[in-house]
């Protein structure tokens, strides 16, 4: 038990230090909470929608993957996954760019009047990463023709 609190203490910190390294890179902040790929999720499955065939589905696919980040965060906080990104989806759809998931409040708030912000370059590496991994993917499985 305490080599799994130890564990996780230095998780934590590691973590910590990414965050501070990142900061140290590029100073630009985002809203937290989910609101930033929420936001990007609606405009791809919107773009989505104007293209056909293979493009249309990697694009909407894409689109839904996004949406894994603030299901996680409402999971990890103990909330219902499914209704809080449901609610986080509409108010996007309503106009509100900033609306996040509040954890500490356990619902749905304009994220950014809470001062709930993450690094931009956190986002950015997670989301290129991620791309990177499913295009590696692709092209073993001779999914994606490479250029």
Partial sequence: SNN???DEAERSIHDA???IRSLVKNKNMIAGGGAPET???IKLAHYAATLSGVESHCVRFFAEAL???P???A???GLPPIEMVTEL???HAEGEAMAGINVKKCCITNITEENVLQPLLVSVSAI???SETVRSILKIDDIVNTR
């Fill in 75 to 77: 999971e990890n906080a």
């Fill in 17 to 19: 230090l990414c965050v």
């Fill in 71 to 73: 299901f996680t965060l």
């Fill in 128 to 130: 290129s990463l991620a």
């Fill in 89 to 91: 989806r509409n108010r």
């Fill in 67 to 69: 949406e894994i980040i």
């Fill in 4 to 6: 799994l609190i130890a």
């Fill in 39 to 41: 936001e990007l999720s």
